[in-house]
């Protein structure tokens, strides 16, 4: 009888072993999706922050070359005037 009873709690605690095992492989296998969420959230905002620099840098280049392009006409439109031409420049 005592033999059974010493079987029983050895296989109770073989049974409790592999329950933590199996709850520290649940928690781990838990944290470590949760760092490849925040790992992939990261990369997202990232590329959304580019995304934005490109879209921003685009909108300044245009911006300036349109200021070029004016103060071009500007100058052009100036020089036709002083010269005479006024009546005639195609700037």
Do not use: P, Y
Request: hydrophobic content about 35%; some cysteine.
């Amino acid at each position: 009888m005592a033999e059974q009873a010493q079987i029983e709690e050895a296989t109770r605690a073989k049974i409790a072993a592999a329950h933590e095992r199996i709850k520290k492989k649940r928690q781990e296998r838990k944290a470590e999706e949760a760092r490849k969420a925040e790992e992939a959230r990261k990369v997202e905002e990232e590329e959304e922050w580019k995304q934005k620099e490109e879209v921003d840098w685009v909108a300044r280049e245009k911006a300036w070359r349109s200021s070029q392009k004016q103060q071009l006409k500007v100058s052009c439109h100036r020089s036709c005037f002083l010269v005479g031409t006024d009546l005639v420049c195609r700037c």
